[in-house]
């Protein structure tokens, strides 16, 4: 129970209404080297700075925080099916090695302030790397290490680093992708040059050396193995890092994060959301490339002093079971994934869910896309945990709207993420009118009123103008900031998300989330998986096309059974939502295009069936995707 709240609603109504108090609460829970003079100021909206004139350091409280209770309990787990390989790093462990980054980097010239960017795989140097910049005050940026040059040369290009951290090569499914071919020519694409490269040799993959430029890790470590770096005490404002958003909409936007405010909003997420504790293992299964490898592998389990597991593979290799076994293995008590990929594992035998022994699991957390309810039922009964559906957003760095059962347990509904979560004022608006909507279920865009709590993004690095004019000035006559999702409320205050504001489809008059439709079109058995867009029409303004991965595979090759299973589609679109819903086709496909991040790209799809240029696809994961559906538009 936290403080003397008596309940969820009363704590929420607390930290709205006595902010300074709540969270200069929530800030004890890290240390500090010098406690805050003020906890927030908003002098200068839309711009919020926490935990003024405080100073403290993540890897401090990430990793030598840690060292007087726990310096022998395991701090990092990583497991690779890539390469078969199982490490684990004690917290005394981590901090030798973390130093020993910290000193390489300071050996390469970084200080305070300058920007490392990690291009990386999920090795324990990439979060060696990070933890080692946070340590001596440099700004980290993470770059998922499945992007390819034109990707890498654009964030090169922004975050103008001084230096750069990669490996020779990652593996996907087997197959190893280098990495080291990829950063030159990233490299070579931007004209911003990096001053130093430092690479770690998996002996995955051969690599040419710049000299001069490029240094190994191995051999580096070795000359600083005793280093002793302290950390840099830094401003609570002060930046920690930057990381792009997944770019499902367009180009990404670089979200600045800061220092204190970050460190306090995980290690409240992690008591009153996530219920983790010090010496047990928390296991998210994204990537550090992502906001939630950075909120949820990295900095929050270990400012909890959990153990955290960092995981190369896929979910279904060696078989379906794999995360399920390390959940046995390391008595994983909290977990982490995406919808996307429990629907990957939905085409797989659900008997994998029932053969390992999870009585340590006391709940999944899944987040990044909408959770539809057969996927939810499905992963709920198979597992027999809790299943929590959590909204948020790169820019926020913590869960927006979910449950705080940490507080006191609530009621899950299926379809909702549940409730704003303290210190968010969130509201929805009309689009156009920018009117509260207050009713139940009525639908408009999800945006939150300022301040906007700790851990949530500064600015947009090195361009504020792009974060007023992005964020907080695109609901006529409102300084609010949009999340740019659509969602309702119903009657007892939970939210649901309908998708995308750029996702609406508009049939003659009638505006339809394409969530809506997906969802009744998943829920036929025959169905794994489905994209539906808006597509023009000269008739209705637009239809509705739907793109579905079928849970047998061989109906996209037999005319007989698409035609079938389309039918049986529309009918159940007809019983379930009306036929103004009824999407003009179901096409049949055997993956769709998606994020690397693992989220649709219907934009993309769109633009496709439209026979418009796709647009900005580097954050596609395979083209091939795309090429399926062509085809089929162009039959
Ligand atoms: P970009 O902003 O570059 O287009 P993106 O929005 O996909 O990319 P992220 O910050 O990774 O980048 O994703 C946040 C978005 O993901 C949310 O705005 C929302 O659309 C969706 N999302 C995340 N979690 C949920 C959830 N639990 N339910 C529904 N939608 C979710
Ligand atoms: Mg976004």
Redesign the pocket.
Known sequence: MAGSATSYAEFYRRSIEQPQEFWAEQARLIDWQTPPRQVCDDSRPPFTRWFVGGTTNLCHNAVDRHLKDRASQTALICVSTETDTEKTYTFAELHAEVQRTAAMLQALGVRRGDRVLIYMPMIPEAAFAMLACARIGAIHSVVFGGFASVSLASRIEDAQPKVIVSADGGSRAGKVIPYKPLLDEAVRLSSHKPQAVLLADRGLAPMDRVPGRDHDWAPMREKHLHAQVPCAWLDSTEISYTI??????????G?QRDTGGYAVALAASMKHIFEGSAGETYFSTSDIG??VGHSYIVYGPLIAGMATIMYEGLPIRPDAGIWWSLVEKYKVTVMFSA?TAVRVLKKQDPAFLKKYDLSSLRGLF??????DEPTARWIADGLGVPIV???????SGWPM??LANGVEPQRAKFGS?GVPMYGYKIKILHESTGEELTKPNEKGVVVIEGPTPPGFMQTVWRDDERFVNTYWKSIPGKQVYS???WGIRDEDGYYY?L??TDDVINVAGHRLGT?EIEESISSHPGVAEVAVVGVADPMKGQVAMAFAVPKDSAVVGDANAAMKLEGDVMKLVDQQLGAVARPARVRFVTLLPK?R?G?LLRRAIQAVCEGRDAGDLT?IEDPAALEQIKALVKQ
């Open positions: 792009y958003t997944s770019g499902t909409t367009g180009r990404p936007k979200v992502w906001v919808p899944l987040a990044g896309e909408p959770l559906d959590n909204y948020w957003q790169t820019e709207i979910t993420p999340t740019f999702d998300i998708g995308r969530r994020t991040s989220k954050t």
